[in-house]
Protein backbone atom coordinates (compact mmCIF):
# COMPACT_ATOMS: atom_id res chain seq x y z
CA UNK A 1 0.00 0.00 0.00
CA UNK A 2 0.90 3.61 -0.98
CA UNK A 3 1.50 6.87 1.23
CA UNK A 4 -1.46 9.48 1.05
CA UNK A 5 0.14 13.42 0.89
CA UNK A 6 -1.61 16.17 1.13
CA UNK A 7 0.00 19.79 1.97
CA UNK A 8 -2.34 21.81 4.62
CA UNK A 9 -0.51 25.09 3.48
CA UNK A 10 2.77 25.88 2.01
CA UNK A 11 3.97 29.27 1.57
CA UNK A 12 6.23 32.19 3.55
CA UNK A 13 2.91 32.77 5.47
CA UNK A 14 2.96 28.93 6.87
CA UNK A 15 4.33 25.56 6.23
CA UNK A 16 2.26 22.13 7.24
CA UNK A 17 2.16 18.83 5.07
CA UNK A 18 -0.11 15.54 5.79
CA UNK A 19 1.78 11.98 5.25
CA UNK A 20 -0.59 9.05 6.01
CA UNK A 21 0.19 5.50 5.67
CA UNK A 22 -1.50 2.42 6.88
CA UNK A 23 -3.71 4.28 9.59
CA UNK A 24 -0.69 6.56 10.71
CA UNK A 25 -0.47 10.32 9.98
CA UNK A 26 2.55 12.51 10.67
CA UNK A 27 2.56 16.69 10.01
CA UNK A 28 6.02 18.04 9.07
CA UNK A 29 5.97 21.78 9.85
CA UNK A 30 2.84 23.12 11.66
CA UNK A 31 3.33 26.79 10.79
CA UNK A 32 0.04 27.97 10.75
CA UNK A 33 -2.29 28.42 13.73
CA UNK A 34 -3.84 25.09 15.12
CA UNK A 35 -7.46 26.09 14.22
CA UNK A 36 -5.95 26.78 10.33
CA UNK A 37 -4.29 23.10 10.01
CA UNK A 38 -7.35 21.47 11.44
CA UNK A 39 -9.53 23.18 9.02
CA UNK A 40 -7.67 22.97 5.91
CA UNK A 41 -7.58 18.93 7.06
CA UNK A 42 -11.41 18.76 7.24
CA UNK A 43 -11.55 21.01 4.05
CA UNK A 44 -9.67 17.50 2.31
CA UNK A 45 -11.59 15.42 4.45
CA UNK A 46 -8.66 14.51 6.76
CA UNK A 47 -8.75 15.45 10.71
CA UNK A 48 -6.63 15.05 13.94
CA UNK A 49 -7.66 11.48 14.61
CA UNK A 50 -4.26 8.96 14.02
CA UNK A 51 -1.55 11.63 14.16
CA UNK A 52 1.37 10.16 15.35
CA UNK A 53 3.99 13.18 15.55
CA UNK A 54 4.86 16.62 14.19
CA UNK A 55 8.26 17.07 12.54
CA UNK A 56 9.65 20.10 12.79
CA UNK A 57 12.42 21.23 9.79
CA UNK A 58 13.55 24.50 11.83
CA UNK A 59 12.46 27.10 14.32
CA UNK A 60 11.10 29.57 11.69
CA UNK A 61 7.81 30.97 12.92
CA UNK A 62 6.19 29.89 9.52
CA UNK A 63 7.08 26.17 10.49
CA UNK A 64 6.36 26.36 14.25
CA UNK A 65 3.20 28.13 14.72
CA UNK A 66 0.36 25.68 15.79
CA UNK A 67 3.03 23.01 16.80
CA UNK A 68 2.77 23.61 20.93
CA UNK A 69 -1.37 24.33 20.88
CA UNK A 70 -1.54 21.38 18.59
CA UNK A 71 0.38 19.16 20.80
CA UNK A 72 -1.21 20.14 23.80
CA UNK A 73 -4.51 19.76 22.49
CA UNK A 74 -4.52 16.42 20.70
CA UNK A 75 -1.59 14.72 22.90
CA UNK A 76 1.01 14.66 19.84
CA UNK A 77 4.41 14.30 20.17
CA UNK A 78 6.68 16.44 18.26
CA UNK A 79 10.13 15.50 16.64
CA UNK A 80 13.19 18.06 15.93
CA UNK A 81 16.72 18.02 16.49
CA UNK A 82 18.38 19.67 19.78
CA UNK A 83 19.40 22.71 18.51
CA UNK A 84 16.62 23.50 17.01
CA UNK A 85 14.41 22.44 20.25
CA UNK A 86 16.53 25.18 21.67
CA UNK A 87 15.58 27.44 19.73
CA UNK A 88 12.23 26.80 19.43
CA UNK A 89 11.45 25.81 23.00
CA UNK A 90 9.93 29.00 24.66
CA UNK A 91 8.23 29.93 21.28
CA UNK A 92 5.97 26.93 21.11
CA UNK A 93 4.68 27.59 25.11
CA UNK A 94 4.55 24.56 27.90
CA UNK A 95 5.03 20.85 25.45
CA UNK A 96 4.64 17.65 27.69
CA UNK A 97 7.72 15.88 28.40
CA UNK A 98 6.54 12.54 26.60
CA UNK A 99 5.83 14.90 23.80
CA UNK A 100 9.31 16.09 23.30
CA UNK A 101 11.20 14.02 20.92
CA UNK A 102 14.55 14.77 19.85
CA UNK A 103 16.24 12.94 16.52
CA UNK A 104 20.10 13.50 14.84
CA UNK A 105 20.36 15.16 12.05
CA UNK A 106 21.64 12.51 9.46
CA UNK A 107 20.23 9.55 11.37
CA UNK A 108 16.82 7.46 10.42
CA UNK A 109 14.18 7.00 13.05
CA UNK A 110 11.02 5.16 12.93
CA UNK A 111 6.80 6.63 13.49
CA UNK A 112 5.39 3.61 13.43
CA UNK A 113 6.02 1.54 10.31
CA UNK A 114 7.67 4.65 8.78
CA UNK A 115 11.22 5.00 8.51
CA UNK A 116 12.09 9.11 8.61
CA UNK A 117 15.51 10.53 7.50
CA UNK A 118 16.55 14.15 8.49
CA UNK A 119 18.78 15.68 6.96
CA UNK A 120 20.97 18.75 6.97
CA UNK A 121 19.79 21.76 4.31
CA UNK A 122 21.19 25.59 3.77
CA UNK A 123 19.80 27.90 5.59
CA UNK A 124 19.59 30.44 8.20
CA UNK A 125 18.40 28.55 10.94
CA UNK A 126 19.96 26.85 13.64
CA UNK A 127 20.60 22.95 12.69
CA UNK A 128 17.85 23.37 9.58
CA UNK A 129 16.76 19.97 8.23
CA UNK A 130 14.42 18.15 5.39
CA UNK A 131 12.68 14.77 5.66
CA UNK A 132 12.76 11.94 3.76
CA UNK A 133 10.08 9.37 4.61
CA UNK A 134 10.32 5.75 3.99
CA UNK A 135 7.43 2.92 3.95
CA UNK A 136 9.88 0.39 2.64
CA UNK A 137 8.36 0.76 -0.93
CA UNK A 138 7.62 3.70 -1.55
CA UNK A 139 9.66 6.96 -0.62
CA UNK A 140 8.57 10.72 -0.45
CA UNK A 141 11.00 13.54 0.46
CA UNK A 142 10.20 17.33 1.45
CA UNK A 143 12.97 19.64 0.78
CA UNK A 144 11.98 23.78 1.51
CA UNK A 145 13.77 26.39 2.76
CA UNK A 146 17.18 25.91 1.17
CA UNK A 147 19.59 28.43 -0.64
CA UNK A 148 20.95 26.24 -2.97
CA UNK A 149 21.12 22.20 -3.76
CA UNK A 150 23.86 20.34 -2.18
CA UNK A 151 25.62 16.28 -3.46
CA UNK A 152 23.76 15.68 0.48
CA UNK A 153 20.57 16.97 -1.04
CA UNK A 154 20.76 15.56 -4.12
CA UNK A 155 22.06 11.77 -2.76
CA UNK A 156 19.06 12.13 -0.19
CA UNK A 157 16.28 12.91 -2.96
CA UNK A 158 17.50 10.89 -5.96
CA UNK A 159 15.42 7.84 -5.64
CA UNK A 160 11.98 9.06 -4.13
CA UNK A 161 8.66 8.63 -5.67
CA UNK A 162 7.58 12.13 -4.50
CA UNK A 163 9.50 15.20 -3.97
CA UNK A 164 8.02 18.32 -2.05
CA UNK A 165 10.90 21.31 -3.35
CA UNK A 166 11.24 25.09 -2.36
CA UNK A 167 10.49 27.57 -5.13
CA UNK A 168 10.69 30.68 -3.45
CA UNK A 169 10.97 33.36 -5.61
CA UNK A 170 11.90 34.93 -9.22
CA UNK A 171 14.90 36.53 -9.10
CA UNK A 172 13.91 39.44 -11.17
CA UNK A 173 10.89 40.15 -8.88
CA UNK A 174 12.95 39.89 -5.38
CA UNK A 175 15.59 42.58 -6.77
CA UNK A 176 13.10 44.93 -8.25
CA UNK A 177 10.81 44.58 -5.59
CA UNK A 178 10.04 46.39 -2.71
CA UNK A 179 12.19 44.34 0.26
CA UNK A 180 14.80 46.11 1.98
CA UNK A 181 18.35 45.47 0.57
CA UNK A 182 19.31 42.88 3.65
CA UNK A 183 16.35 40.78 3.46
CA UNK A 184 17.08 40.52 -0.22
CA UNK A 185 20.64 39.85 0.44
CA UNK A 186 19.33 37.19 2.26
CA UNK A 187 16.56 34.96 0.33
CA UNK A 188 19.28 35.21 -2.61
CA UNK A 189 22.53 33.63 -0.20
CA UNK A 190 23.18 29.96 -0.18
CA UNK A 191 21.44 29.97 2.84
CA UNK A 192 18.04 31.65 2.20
CA UNK A 193 15.54 30.46 -0.05
CA UNK A 194 15.39 28.42 -3.40
CA UNK A 195 14.49 30.29 -6.45
CA UNK A 196 12.05 28.79 -9.28
CA UNK A 197 14.88 28.98 -11.67
CA UNK A 198 16.99 26.47 -8.89
CA UNK A 199 13.94 24.16 -8.58
CA UNK A 200 13.88 24.04 -12.55
CA UNK A 201 17.29 22.94 -12.91
CA UNK A 202 16.86 20.22 -10.09
CA UNK A 203 13.58 19.44 -11.48
CA UNK A 204 16.00 18.35 -14.88
CA UNK A 205 18.22 16.46 -12.32
CA UNK A 206 15.65 14.52 -10.22
CA UNK A 207 13.82 13.87 -13.55
CA UNK A 208 16.75 12.62 -15.05
CA UNK A 209 17.04 10.10 -12.03
CA UNK A 210 13.24 8.90 -12.34
CA UNK A 211 11.75 10.99 -9.76
CA UNK A 212 7.90 10.82 -11.20
CA UNK A 213 6.27 13.60 -9.56
CA UNK A 214 7.79 17.00 -8.07
CA UNK A 215 5.32 19.70 -5.76
CA UNK A 216 6.77 22.97 -5.70
CA UNK A 217 6.55 24.37 -2.24
CA UNK A 218 6.81 27.65 -0.41
CA UNK A 219 6.13 29.81 -2.73
CA UNK A 220 6.80 33.26 -1.77
CA UNK A 221 3.52 35.88 -1.33
CA UNK A 222 6.15 38.89 -2.89
CA UNK A 223 8.32 37.90 -4.71
CA UNK A 224 6.46 34.81 -7.03
CA UNK A 225 3.29 33.37 -7.95
CA UNK A 226 2.03 30.16 -8.68
CA UNK A 227 1.62 30.22 -12.82
CA UNK A 228 5.11 31.51 -12.58
CA UNK A 229 6.28 29.09 -10.96
CA UNK A 230 5.11 26.50 -12.89
CA UNK A 231 6.33 28.05 -16.30
CA UNK A 232 9.35 28.36 -15.15
CA UNK A 233 9.91 24.92 -14.17
CA UNK A 234 8.24 23.44 -16.96
CA UNK A 235 9.62 25.70 -19.56
CA UNK A 236 13.11 24.53 -18.53
CA UNK A 237 11.78 21.16 -18.49
CA UNK A 238 10.51 21.27 -22.19
CA UNK A 239 13.74 22.99 -23.46
CA UNK A 240 15.69 19.49 -22.15
CA UNK A 241 12.79 17.64 -24.02
CA UNK A 242 11.90 16.03 -20.46
CA UNK A 243 7.71 14.64 -20.32
CA UNK A 244 7.93 12.15 -17.78
CA UNK A 245 7.63 14.24 -14.64
CA UNK A 246 4.33 15.71 -13.42
CA UNK A 247 4.80 18.90 -11.95
CA UNK A 248 2.45 20.70 -9.60
CA UNK A 249 2.49 23.85 -7.67
CA UNK A 250 1.50 24.12 -3.49
CA UNK A 251 -0.30 27.26 -3.01
CA UNK A 252 0.02 29.39 0.24
CA UNK A 253 -3.36 29.43 1.70
CA UNK A 254 -5.40 26.40 1.27
CA UNK A 255 -4.58 22.70 1.16
CA UNK A 256 -3.68 20.59 -1.98
CA UNK A 257 -5.51 17.58 -2.95
CA UNK A 258 -4.39 14.22 -1.58
CA UNK A 259 -1.74 12.72 -3.33
CA UNK A 260 -1.62 8.63 -3.51
CA UNK A 261 1.92 7.55 -4.27
ZN1 LIG B 1 12.91 29.36 7.30
ZN1 LIG C 1 9.96 28.85 5.69
Redesign the pocket.
Known sequence: MGFNYASVASGSCGNCHYIGFEGTGILVDAGLSGKKVRENLESIELGMDGLKAILIT?E?V??IKGAGILSRKHDIPIYANARTWQEMGDKLGKVSPENIQVFETGRSFDIGSLRIKAFGIH?D?ADPVGFCIDNGKKKLSIAT?TGCICDEIRGQLHDSDLVVLESNHDVEMLKMGAYPYHLKRRILSSNGHLSNDDAALFCVELANEGVKRVLLAHLSRENNFPELAYETVVGTLKIKGIENISIDVLLRQQASRVYSI
Open positions: HHDHHAD
